[in-house]
């Protein structure tokens, strides 16, 4: 059984140190994000690059639109450098919501005949890993109902190394607590992602090798967090 997937309607709009964090709200935040991930985040991810044409197989249109069904849910932060009437892209954490009775299958979209072969492999691949920590903490904690998927994390170059992942990371989990999450998961596949996840408190919850890439699954309660 599957829940009816939410929208939420979470107002995160905040300025720090001129950058301005926000949940995605409008169709332009959405395009924003998805050129992003076509433009910056395929190039950088190991997983990605462990097949052929990952980039052309990653920006198919079955596949970006899986992206913005996933933006559009609402637990998803935006960050951008505030300039007067001018707003410059920093940086996104995409991010969705698993609930207890949700069929993982249709959640993580496994049944897509409209996916590539071979990225339909590398998905189903992070979802064998990433299925057993979601039923290993619902069945550890009987009182949680739902799950913050931190999906994807992406800074712009000039951006980087100045601790904005971080500052994302953080409105993104209270978002997810706003959205009546108890629990945060994120998926790994560099070991320096895996010491900063390590870092701000996730716990290792499963891993497996796909090529020469460790696909590390971790998690951590949020239901206390301030």
């Not at 994120?186 to 090529?211: L, Q």
């Amino acid at each position: 059984m599957t829940t009816e997937k939410k929208r939420f309607d979470i107002r995160l709009d905040e300025v720090t140190n001129g950058i301005r964090y926000r949940t995605v709200r409008s169709r332009e935040d959405v395009e924003l994000i998805v050129g992003q991930y076509v433009r910056t985040f395929i190039a950088d991810e190991a997983l990605f690059n462990t097949i052929g044409d990952a980039f052309e197989i990653e920006t198919s249109t079955p596949q970006t639109k899986r992206f913005e069904e996933i933006v559009d849910e609402g637990v998803s932060v935006i960050a951008t450098q505030v300039d007067g009437d001018e707003e410059r892209l920093v940086g996104s954490l995409s991010a969705y919501t698993l609930h207890r009775f949700d069929d993982l299958d249709d959640a993580f979209h496994l049944n897509d005949a409209l996916i590539p072969a071979e990225m339909l492999a590398i998905r189903r691949f992070v979802h064998e890993t990433q299925a057993p920590a979601v039923k290993r903490i619902f069945d550890e904690d009987a009182t949680a109902d739902r799950i913050l998927v931190l999906f994807m994390t992406c800074v712009e170059r000039e951006f980087r190394g100045k601790g904005f992942a971080d500052e994302l990371g953080t409105r993104a989990l209270r978002v997810g607590r706003l959205a009546g999450c108890d629990w945060a998961l994120t998926v790994c596949t560099h070991p320096h992602s895996e010491a900063v996840t390590r870092s701000g408190g996730f716990r290792e919850y499963n891993r497996a090798t796909m090529g020469d890439t460790q696909v590390v699954v971790f998690a951590k309660s949020i239901k206390f967090a301030e």
